[in-house]
């Protein structure tokens, strides 16, 4: 076995120059082995695993490893920008065991409430409006005017979040990811949100999922029911945004898609396919800790050492090895989902979120090519995500004005429709 060789430093996973070559980044931390020290922000390291196997292996291994991160997160200062994605929570992501089983039944029962048929037509009703809005204009950014408002429409729709709410959900989610010095407050004002949303249906509950999960078995109090709602949420929101904005600009970009929305000999849900190996929305997480001293694939571990799994780099190995090839299992064995008991439990929803927002904007601008030369797209910073700051597009110009309206007006008068069914 090759020695693990430790770099000299901990190789940077924030700033821009990461966000402009994740790859590049990956293929020099894969030199040291299926492990390699990282830096997630200033003063806050941790060992990124960069192999497939290895990735497969941690994430189901339940007794060596645990997902509670108390024990590391008393080495870190309160105001480190990571903790709002890595600090303890009492949700499913944080939890192990009985405890763990117990959020993940009631956030399991809550998404099988949304009904795939009427979760598509949402989806497609509000993505007409939504281009209605800049189709007339020819020229349009497909993050800030698309990609970014039509999950949360659905999210929105989904808890029955005030709509004066939105933004701040949106900002909330977005400040955790990018792990800046805004951090804390942006996770803080998405708990205010959820908090005063949930006090308001423990007294009068309504049709959406918040009343659900407040009268579900599991019982949770209500710091337990807002921490799940953030947990969906910020899985949910920010990278189902990122999936279709990767996806749409993987369309605009590769020749087999005849360098447009439409004609091209590639379809919406190939494009998601190649995203999630190639690019996935959420590129590094997964935080595990080894419960004692261990041995892990050759390398040493402490105890309580933060471990992440990196999605991007264990689906985009150039040359897998022999073992990879026995464990991967076809174009669906990617990791972009995570996988063992924590593997994402939206994978559906999101899917069909995606694949309905593109089919719809591919059917409606169908001639839309890059506004910019791809290599000046900028990318956001953050060692978790994979996000556009912007996708530009520009096309010949279509009136939905009319139509945009109609929809608008027919979702105003409508009580949602909502995108779960609650009962009779």
Not at 347 to 359: F, N, V
Request: hydrophobic residues 40%; contains cysteine; proline residues 8%.
């Amino acid at each position: 076995m090759t020695p693990f060789v430790q770099p000299p430093q901990p190789l940077a996973l924030y700033g821009p120059e990461f966000a402009a070559d994740p790859q590049g980044h990956y293929r020099r931390l894969r030199e040291h082995g299926p492990l390699a020290p990282v830096r997630l922000a200033p003063g806050i390291d941790a060992l990124l695993v960069t192999d497939y196997q290895a990735a497969v292996d941690l994430l189901r291994d339940t007794h060596t490893f645990t997902k509670d991160p108390r024990a590391w997160q008393a080495t870190v200062p309160d105001d480190s920008p990571v903790l709002p994605m890595l600090g303890y929570r009492p949700t499913a992501l944080f939890s192990d065991g009985h405890v763990h089983a117990r959020y993940r039944d009631a956030i399991n029962d809550s998404l099988a409430l949304i009904e795939p048929h009427v979760l598509r037509a949402e989806v497609a009703r509000v993505a007409q409006r939504l281009i209605g809005e800049f189709s007339a204009t020819g020229s349009g950014d497909l993050i800030s005017q698309y990609a970014r408002r039509l999950p949360l429409h659905v999210f929105v729709t989904w808890f029955g979040v005030p709509p004066g709410d939105g933004e701040r959900i949106v900002n909330g989610i977005a400040g955790m990811f990018n792990s800046t010095e805004n951090a804390a407050t942006a996770y803080a004002d998405l708990v205010e949100v959820v908090t005063e949303l949930v006090a308001d249906r423990r007294t009068r509950p309504r049709r959406d999922l918040t009343s659900y999960l407040l009268g579900h078995p599991a019982n949770l109090d209500n710091d337990e029911t807002v921490r799940q709602i953030t947990l969906i949420m910020s899985a949910g929101h920010d990278p189902t945004t990122n999936l279709i904005g990767n996806a749409l600009l993987h369309m605009l970009t590769d020749a087999r898609y005849a360098g447009s929305l439409h004609g091209g000999a590639m379809t919406a849900h190939e494009a998601i396919d190649e995203v999630l190996w190639q690019d996935p929305p959420l590129a590094n997480l997964a935080a595990h800790y080894p419960r004692h001293d261990t041995e892990f694939h050759g390398v040493r571990l402490r105890a309580g050492q933060l471990l992440l799994v990196s999605y991007a780099a264990a689906n985009s190995r150039s040359e897998p090895s022999r073992s990879d090839l026995a464990v991967r299992s076809g174009a669906s064995a990617h990791l972009a989902w995570s996988a063992g008991p924590h593997r994402c439990p939206a994978k559906q929803p999101a899917l069909l979120i995606a694949m309905t927002a593109i089919e719809q904007l591919t059917s409606q601008l169908c001639d839309a090519e890059l506004a910019v030369p791809a290599g000046d797209l900028k990318w956001r910073p953050g060692p978790f995500h994979r996000a556009l700051v912007r996708l530009p597009v520009r096309f010949t110009p279509v009136d939905m004005s009319a139509e945009a309206h109609r929809l608008r007006s027919a979702g105003e008068a409508a009580d949602g429709p909502p995108a779960v069914s609650i009962g009779p």
